[in-house]
Nanobody
């Protein structure tokens, strides 16, 4: 079973940057590389929304709200996915979740808090 652990969240001022990591523990690269990966976020009172995803071929997709500011990538050799977040805004404040999916299989991390405030 794939276990996902997010890290890198924290408190940052508007305009600052954070880099989130999602490590797939106990998942060898040969298995990790076949999964599509995604970052979601959920702010209090709001539904969970897709932030960005990256498929097994490295093709990416971004929500309009983060396009040009966030970058998703993956290192299959390390069984890890990343989200580089630049030019952060208060509205980016949310719990960020890592997701791995393949056909009917889907795994979720526990989430990491990102707070953008002065």
């Amino acid at each position: 079973q794939v276990q996902l652990v997010e890290s890198g969240g924290g408190l940052v001022q508007p305009g600052g940057s954070l880099r989130l990591s999602c490590a797939a523990s106990k998942t060898p690269p040969s298995r990790f590389e076949i999964y599509n990966m995604a970052w979601y976020r959920q702010a209090p009172g709001n539904p969970r929304e897709l932030v960005a995803n990256i498929n097994e071929d490295g093709n990416t997709n971004y929500a309009d709200s983060v396009k040009g500011r966030f970058t998703i990538d993956r290192d299959n050799a390390k069984s890890t996915m990343y989200l580089q977040m630049n030019s952060l805004r208060p509205e980016d404040t949310a719990v960020y979740y890592c997701n791995a999916y393949l056909r009917i299989v889907s795994y979720w991390g526990q989430g990491t808090q990102v707070t953008v405030s002065s």
